[in-house]
Nanobody, 122 residues
Framework: QVQLEESGGGLVQAGGSLRLSCAAS????????MGWFRQAPGKEREFVAA????????YYADSVKGRFTISRDNAKNTVYLQMNGLKPEDTAVYYC???????????????WGQGTQVTVSS
């Protein structure tokens, strides 16, 4: 079992920045990729970004390309999501996710964190 714990959410004004962290614990060797999803009120959960533990190529949803950056620290079993140029439409609960396969982590990951709220005011 892998456990994921997000942190770093909060309230920020439009144009501001936040950095989310996701610490993985437990059987982290069973995961090869980590990702971020978000869910806004009344909307479905959507993919945001993903990265492999062993690779450097990140993957992003079109809506966040050029503004968000996903990175990882293997020594800390932690994945980050740096969010710059935040917009009110970025307001959502952000979830960390993990899976053994990159394709799965961008669609239907096996493991989820509890989520952290990000609110962007206009």
């Amino acid at each position: 079992q892998v456990q994921l714990e997000e942190s770093g959410g909060g309230l920020v004004q439009a144009g501001g920045s936040l950095r989310l962290s996701c610490a993985a614990s437990g059987r982290t060797s069973s995961t090869s990729a980590m990702g971020w999803f978000r869910q806004a009120p009344g909307k479905e959960r959507e993919f945001v970004a993903a990265i492999r533990w062993s690779g450097s190529i990140p993957y992003y949803a079109d809506s966040v390309k050029g503004r968000f950056t996903i990175s990882r620290d293997n020594a800390k079993n932690t994945v980050y999501l740096q969010m710059n140029g935040l917009k009110p439409e970025d307001t959502a609960v952000y979830y960390c996710a993990a899976d053994a396969r990159l394709v799965a982590v961008t669609t239907t990951p096996k493991t989820w964190g509890q989520g952290t709220q990000v609110t962007v005011s206009s």
